[in-house]
């Protein structure tokens, strides 16, 4: 065995270590975030391009930490669905997102929640959404549940089953990040889901790319011929507007309509500081 493969053994465990070492961090900080009740709802508008009116918004979790700092769900939420502590976050935003729904009793709101792949496999969470439902008060029509393509043709059957129990609660159903999942029209056709949210990345390269053009015309084609609503994620330039509604893009949301902010400010909800 020459020196350089036992160098490259080293380095190898020793990035092994590392990164188990990241981990283990991040799964306490987690820990302790859920026990503190220290992560923070953010929430995006999901705007409509007609006439610019605001119903929908997308909310988006944050950690926070010691010092008030807001971490992005970039730097935990991959840990979070390996440690499976993915499952109490998706629950802890579904029980948030209805209490402000619930102090927003009377206003034509909805709020579009993200559900993980792992909790597709939450045998409980029907029962579990069916209850808080009903304890908030809520409207069900009111929360809109976001699954990525990616997580829905992972485990096909478990998704539709889940997206259609959803439905069957009253509540309404996205195909998130649609584009990128290698998925086909097909699956699309048989997915129950109300909203298909065409992938930033597309979206961006709109103005520039010819081929993402192609392909979000053909998205929103096929979607609408479907009968579902089309979002167009990553809207970051006044100048993509004209182009989405040309191709039957209802909604957009993205920097350029709305950055994300703490859905307390958004929705002056001070008051209360559950959520603040
Ligand atoms: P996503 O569901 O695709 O959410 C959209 C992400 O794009 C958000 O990042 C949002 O802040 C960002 N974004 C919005 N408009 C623009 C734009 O115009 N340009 C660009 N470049 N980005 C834009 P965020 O909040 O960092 O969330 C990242 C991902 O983390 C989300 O992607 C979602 O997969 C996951 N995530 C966020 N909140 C939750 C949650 O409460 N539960 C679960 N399970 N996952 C969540
Ligand atoms: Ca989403
Ligand atoms: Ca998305
Ligand atoms: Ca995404």
């Known amino acids: 065995e020459s020196s350089s493969q036992r160098w490259h053994l080293l380095s190898t465990l020793e990035n092994a270590r590392g990164e188990l070492k990241e981990r283990v961090y ?15 709802l ?12 605001i119903r929908h918004y997308e909310v988006l979790i944050r950690m926070q930490d010691d010092s008030g700092e807001l971490i992005s769900p970039g730097a935990f939420i991959s840990v979070a669905e390996h ?8 629950r802890w935003v579904i029980h948030q997102a209805l209490d402000v729904l619930a102090k927003l009793k009377g206003k034509e709101i909805s709020l579009a929640i993200n559900l993980s792949g ?4 939450d045998e409980d969470l029907k029962q579990y959404l069916a209850e808080e439902i009903i304890t908030s008060g809520v409207a ?10 990616t997580a829905a043709v992972t485990d096909f059957a478990t998704a539709r089953g889940v997206l259609q129990s959803l439905r069957d609660l009253g509540c309404r159903t996205a195909l998130d990040d649609f584009g990128v999942g290698f998925s086909n029209f097909h699956y699309l056709s048989r997915l129950p889901v109300d909203y298909i949210k065409i992938d930033g ?4 390269q709109l103005l520039d790319d010819n081929e993402s053009r192609v392909i979000v015309k053909a998205i929103a084609d096929i979607a609408n011929g479907f009968d579902k609503q089309v979002v167009a994620e990553f809207v970051e ?3 993509q507007l004209p182009i ?17 902010i703490k859905a307390s400010t958004a929705f002056a909800l001070n008051e209360n500081h559950d959520f603040a």
């Open 244 to 260: 989405l509604a040309s191709y039957g893009i209802s909604y957009g949301q993205g920097y350029y309509l709305g950055s994300p």
């Open 201 to 204: 990345s597309f979206i961006r």
């Open 83 to 90: 440690s499976g502590q993915i499952l109490q976050i998706d």
């Open 118 to 121: 792992p909790s597709l496999h």
């Open 26 to 40: 991040w799964e306490e900080r987690i820990h302790r975030a859920l026990e503190e009740n220290a992560f923070v």
């Open 42 to 53: 953010m929430v995006q508008p999901i705007v409509r391009l007609r006439d610019r009116d």
């Open 140 to 149: 069900p029509e009111q929360l809109i549940l976001e699954v990525t393509e």
């Open 237 to 239: 330039q006044e100048a």
